[in-house]
């Protein structure tokens, strides 16, 4: 009983072994330690963005005389976590790390870091502005927050149509 044509990929053609790649300048290898193309890519730059955007923050919010302790506290904390998870990413897609430790959904992981995240960035963000009393630091710390809340929002969405909206165009191949 047949259940309709099926296509098998492999890396060996019927006519003999494989010949090697043409060497690309723009195709990375599997020797290369680091994936150069990532630094310039949309993604690439949009993580280097954010992090530099909650830096300011928690370095705007941390200089500032403080009000109201426990606002700004939870401000720094969720920053950091945030700004150390999205260097973690970082990491994982410049070194191809995601390659080597297959038992990780890394897209899925991104995803859910980048909507749990946004949800924490966008509440301390909100928490940070309504008790900043129009001090000039806590307003700066409050405005890159929300500045990194939209650029999460982007690399969520973006993230998003990898895992999810890829994975179901391909499942019908």
């Not at 070194?95 to 995240?117: D, N, Q």
Request: hydrophobic share 50%.
């Amino acid at each position: 009983m047949s259940h309709g044509a099926r296509v098998i990929r492999t890396g060996v053609s019927s006519a003999g072994p494989a010949a090697p790649p043409a060497a690309s300048s723009s195709a990375p290898s599997e020797e290369e330690l680091m994936d150069g193309a990532y630094f310039r890519s949309c993604a690439g730059m949009l993580k280097v963005a954010q992090m530099i955007s909650l830096l300011v923050g928690f370095i705007s919010v941390n200089n500032s005389p403080w009000t109201d302790y426990s606002a700004y506290s939870y401000f720094q904390i969720v920053t950091m976590c945030d700004l150390v998870m999205i260097l973690f990413f970082y990491i994982i897609h410049i070194f191809r790390f995601y390659r080597k430790l297959t038992c990780v959904s890394w897209p899925l992981a991104e995803f859910l870091h980048y909507l749990i995240g946004t949800i924490l960035l966008l509440i301390a963000s909100i928490v940070a502005a309504s008790k900043s009393y129009n001090l000039v630091g806590l307003v700066a710390g409050a405005t890159f927050g929300f500045l990194a809340t939209i650029l999460c929002v982007l690399s969520m969405w973006s993230s998003y149509k990898v895992s999810c909206i890829t994975q179901s165009t391909n499942a019908s191949v």
